[in-house]
């Protein structure tokens, strides 16, 4: 990974902290893009009139499946391009609210955007300016991790590894929601290890496990011997822990 990407990456990664701090919202996730390299350009009032139609739209249609995606406008100038995505193992009645409060966080955070991200425990919603479906998200990065070491961290390491690879090939190829999770019995005893994987329902079988395989390397070699420690992508989203945390 390069420099850059890192540090776009850890610059993600304490705003997004921030934001839990500021709005008292456990795990929000937040990105802004206002133009082509992040340069400050703003939304029209034609793109931001058709944004919130598209997003109310999404809110409908999110909890019936779980997912929803489309685009709105005349032109190419203000059409904006939206997914939102509920986790899973979540409830149509816990889909809308998560899909609601995305809708409305995103609007604050990132006022007259071209494009947004932001993610919850629940869902994630993004939009943008041009067409991404289908398209593994490389530069919408977030990790996390806390600050609890195992005793074992290589034994620990080879386990987690093993989840959460069946976790991405299940959730890739053996799930039409593009969503796994599970739990494995660690060589302490009475301990478990818990985890998740997930992407968007635009991405193919074959880039969801690219996604997922990728995420993981980079989220393991990162958060090396940690008890917690998750992932959350654009397009794809994993993570593990010794507490049990999704319906398994």
């Given at each position: 990974?390069?420099?850059?990407?890192?540090?776009?990456?850890?610059?993600?990664?304490?705003f997004?902290?921030l934001?839990?701090n500021?709005?008292?919202?456990?795990?929000?996730?937040?990105?802004?893009v206002?133009?082509?390299?992040?340069?400050n350009?703003?939304a029209?009032?034609?793109y931001?009139?058709?944004?919130s139609?598209?997003?109310?739209s999404?809110?409908?249609?999110?909890?019936v499946?779980?997912f929803?995606?489309g685009s709105?406008?005349?032109?190419n100038l203000?059409?904006p391009y939206g997914?939102?995505?509920?986790?899973?193992?979540?409830s149509s009645?816990d889909?809308?609210?998560?899909a609601l409060l995305?809708?409305s966080?995103?609007?604050?955070?990132?006022p007259?955007?071209?494009?947004?991200?932001?993610a919850?425990?629940?869902?994630?919603l993004k939009?943008?300016?041009?067409?991404?479906?289908g398209?593994i998200?490389?530069?919408?990065t977030f990790?996390m991790?806390?600050?609890n070491n195992?005793?074992?961290?290589?034994?620990?390491?080879?386990k987690t590894?093993?989840l959460?690879?069946?976790?991405?090939?299940k959730?890739s190829?053996?799930?039409?929601?593009?969503f796994?999770?599970?739990?494995m019995?660690?060589?302490?005893?009475?301990t478990?290890?818990?985890?998740?994987a997930?992407?968007?329902?635009?991405?193919?079988?074959?880039?969801?496990?690219?996604?997922l395989?990728?995420?993981i390397v980079?989220?393991?070699?990162r958060a090396?011997?940690k008890e917690v420690?998750?992932?959350v992508g654009?397009?794809?989203?994993?993570?593990?822990?010794?507490n049990?945390?999704?319906?398994?």
């Open positions: 990974m390069s420099s850059s990407r890192l540090t776009s990456s850890l610059y993600l990664l304490a997004a902290l934001l839990q500021v709005l008292g919202i456990e795990n929000s996730f937040v990105r802004c206002y133009g082509p390299n992040n340069m350009a703003t029209t009032s034609s931001n009139t058709s944004l139609v598209l997003l109310g999404m809110n409908q249609l999110a909890p499946e779980g929803a995606l709105l406008g005349q032109n203000d059409r997914l939102l995505l509920c986790r899973g193992d979540v009645s889909c809308r609210t998560c995305a809708t966080e995103i609007r604050k955070s990132c007259n955007s071209r494009g947004g991200f932001i919850y425990d629940n869902c994630l939009y943008s300016d041009t067409d991404f479906f398209q998200d490389d530069n919408t990790y991790w806390n600050e195992v005793s074992n961290p290589v034994v620990f390491n080879q590894v093993e959460l690879s069946q976790l991405a090939t959730a190829y053996n799930s039409t929601k593009l796994a999770a599970g739990e019995d660690l060589p302490e005893g009475s478990k290890l818990y985890g998740m997930t992407c968007t329902r635009d991405l193919s079988s074959a880039d969801c496990k690219k996604c395989d990728g995420a980079e989220l393991l070699r090396y011997g420690a998750r992932f654009g397009s794809c989203t994993v993570g593990y822990q010794i049990p945390y999704v319906k398994a």
